[in-house]
């Protein structure tokens, strides 16, 4: 909760958005195979650099993955998938899951905090701290959309400004 309430000092640099990823799917693979999910990364051709805080995007990233093994908990099908991609304005990162889904009724609370779909197994905090790091740290946007069988978050991150 100490960390929770702190501000960090942010190092925002130039990062190979593959290589962030890399990074975050060597914390969770160990999670991952205990539960029995693949992993897939979907990338462009072209190198795709962000200007982030590696440290934040790496957390956003796992916590991201480690929800969407815990949703594909008991499914016959149990892939998570991460797909990169370059647009105009930045650069779109989508983490899929085929799991259970979230109803349409809890869509709109999932990135509010203290609310669990996980019962006393989560805290309600995940999501929250991954969207305040996404819009406040970042300077992003996350939304996130559910219909069987998958469930996507798409975090869009700006390209820097001219002046960066």
Known sequence: ????SRKQTSRI?????????DDAFRF???????RGASFLVDIEEEPT???????????????LF???ADAMEDCPQRQLRVKVESEPAGVRIKVSDTGRGIAESDLARVFEPFFTT?????TGLGLYITRRIVVDELHG?????????????????????PGN
Do not use: C
Request: proline share 6%; aromatic share 6%.
């Open 66 to 68: 480690q929800n969407a």
């Open 28 to 34: 969770v693979q160990p999670y991952l195979l205990l």
């Open 49 to 63: 650099t962000v200007l982030v805080d590696r440290n934040m995007l790496i957390q956003v990233l796992i916590n």
């Open 118 to 122: 996980k019962g006393d197994l989560g």
């Open 13 to 21: 640099e130039m990062w190979e958005a593959v290589a962030v990823i």
């Open 1 to 4: 909760m100490l960390d929770f």
């Open 141 to 161: 946007k996350i939304n996130v959309r559910s219909n069987l069988p998958d469930t996507v978050f798409t975090i869009s991150l700006p390209h820097p400004s």
